[in-house]
Nanobody
Framework: QLQASGGGLVRAGESLRLSCAAS????????LGWFRQAAGQEREFVAF???????SYAGSVKGRFTISRENAKNTVYLQMNSLKPEDTAVYYC?????????????????WGQGTLVTVSS
């Protein structure tokens, strides 16, 4: 079970940090990802982090967003800097409990409820 938090309304250029707390004794083995879905659009990959800490980002957020994990707290974070209006979306955290990596949403078998990020211009 995943629980995302930290969304809100910010102005362009500002920052937000999303958090996602997970249950599970083997959290440290999971691949954790963030996806987002804007109104009327498909859910899209944002970032993932592997159990060993390697990361990958969508081109649209690379250099502005940072994914990290704190296994002692069963939590994954998404630090979002230099936000743009086009970053407005519901953000979802997800876990691949098998530990494999993918940018495809269907590869993740556990999902949080989503948290809304709105960036005004």
């Amino acid at each position: 079970q995943l629980q995302a938090s930290g969304g809100g309304l910010v102005r362009a250029g500002e920052s937000l940090r999303l958090s996602c707390a997970a249950s599970g004794r083997t959290f440290s083995r999971y691949t954790l990802g963030w996806f987002r879905q804007a109104a009327g659009q498909e859910r899209e990959f944002v970032a993932f982090i592997l159990s060993g800490g390697a990361t990958s980002y969508a081109g649209s957020v690379k250099g502005r967003f940072t994914i990290s994990r704190e296994n002692a707290k069963n939590t994954v974070y998404l630090q979002m800097n230099s936000l743009k209006p086009e970053d407005t979306a519901v953000y979802y955290c997800a876990a691949n409990t098998a530990g494999s990596f993918s940018v495809v949403a269907a590869a993740y078998n556990a999902w949080g409820q989503g948290t809304l990020v709105t960036v005004s211009s």
